[in-house]
């Protein structure tokens, strides 16, 4: 039962252009959402975050954007570069789950290519 | 470099066998977490250990177990080793004991079980 889905396993994007990479949770009391990324060989590298109380956060190139009724949130890439083309993926979490202190659920990925 | 060191890079050892994975969190965090990433699948967590003591447990199997040590480095003992335990294993740490707030990951181990 997967509790956090990245329905797109790939995504193709020239290079200036937008990237959309989307997440969805099932589980209502996830109430802080992260977005990592990975290259090849490493570890993944946290990007950027969003807590429930908001519904967008910027950093730089980098929005998320989240929407609680949707159970939706995305994250924009504004304009992509070659150097963005990594594997995303989507956390989540909470302080309560499952009756215990949250810990991240992650989705499966997303892997990004951006083309010059 | 996240400042999370893990140990060793790769390891390929038999069916049967037991392995040790090592991992020293970024300086002053308390918190370190295990997580196994195997073929197609996201990031499984494993375990949390807060300031020498277990914090919350994912799906890790009997076969293995986790301890952070009073210098806060953390050891994963994989026991009884299957085909289907390869994997990347990678360890995290944070500050705090809050499970969901930022992890530092590691760069992984590679684990390789013929």
């Known amino acids: 039962d997967q509790q956090v889905k990245q329905n797109s396993p790939s995504l193709s994007v020239q290079e200036g252009r937008i990237s959309i990479l989307n997440c969805d949770y099932t589980?209502?009391?996830?109430?802080?959402f992260l977005w990592y990324k990975k290259y090849p060989a490493e570890g993944p590298t946290f990007l950027i975050s969003?807590?429930?109380?908001?519904d967008k956060n910027e950093d730089g190139r980098f929005t998320v954007f989240l929407n609680k009724s949707a159970k939706h949130l995305s994250l924009h890439i504004v304009p992509s570069q070659p150097g963005d083309s990594a594997v995303y993926f989507c956390?989540?979490?909470?302080?309560?789950?499952?009756?215990?202190?949250?810990?991240?659920?992650f989705g499966k990925g997303t892997k990004l290519s951006v083309k010059p | 470099d996240s400042g999370v060191t893990q140990t060793p890079k790769h390891l390929i050892t038999a069916t049967g066998q037991r392995v040790t994975l090592r991992c020293s969190p970024r300086?002053?965090?308390?918190?370190v977490y295990w997580y196994q990433q195997s073929l197609d699948q996201g990031l499984q967590f494993l375990i949390q250990?807060?300031?020498?003591?277990?914090?919350a447990k994912g799906n890790i199997l009997e076969r293995f177990s986790a301890q952070q040590f009073p210098d806060l480095h953390s050891e994963l003992n994989l026991s009884s080793l299957e085909l289907g335990d390869s994997a990347l294993y990678f360890c995290?740490?944070?500050?705090?004991?809050?499970?969901?707030?930022?992890?530092?990951f590691g760069p992984g181990t590679r684990l390789t079980v013929l």
């Open positions: 250990y807060y300031n020498g003591e277990e914090r």
């Open positions: 969003i807590s429930s109380i908001k």
């Open positions: 589980n209502s009391m996830f109430d802080y």
């Open positions: 995290a740490s944070s500050v705090g004991g809050m499970g969901y707030n930022e992890q530092f």
């Open positions: 956390a989540s979490g909470g302080v309560y789950y499952g009756g215990s202190q949250g810990n991240l659920i």
């Open positions: 300086s002053g965090d308390l918190s």
